[in-house]
């Protein structure tokens, strides 16, 4: 099995490292290219689920930190 590292870039998106497939609802797969992927965490983003650089913009915060999971 292929690493997959998924990391919380500061007050950014999330970057998808290693051999991934991303699937949108109907179960289409996104192309992808041999480098990482950035998908949104500010909600902001014009061509989600990928970053395009709006959290910038908006002044997107947030924590990096791994905090405890939800029941």
Known sequence: ????????????????SGAVDLLDVAGAVYPADAG???????GQSKTKPFCDGTHKKVG???AETVGTKPS
């Open 1 to 16: 099995m292929a690493d997959v590292k998924i990391r919380a870039m500061r007050n950014g998106p999330y970057e998808v």
């Open 36 to 42: 990482p992927i950035y998908l949104c965490r500010c």
């Open 60 to 62: 997107f915060q947030a």
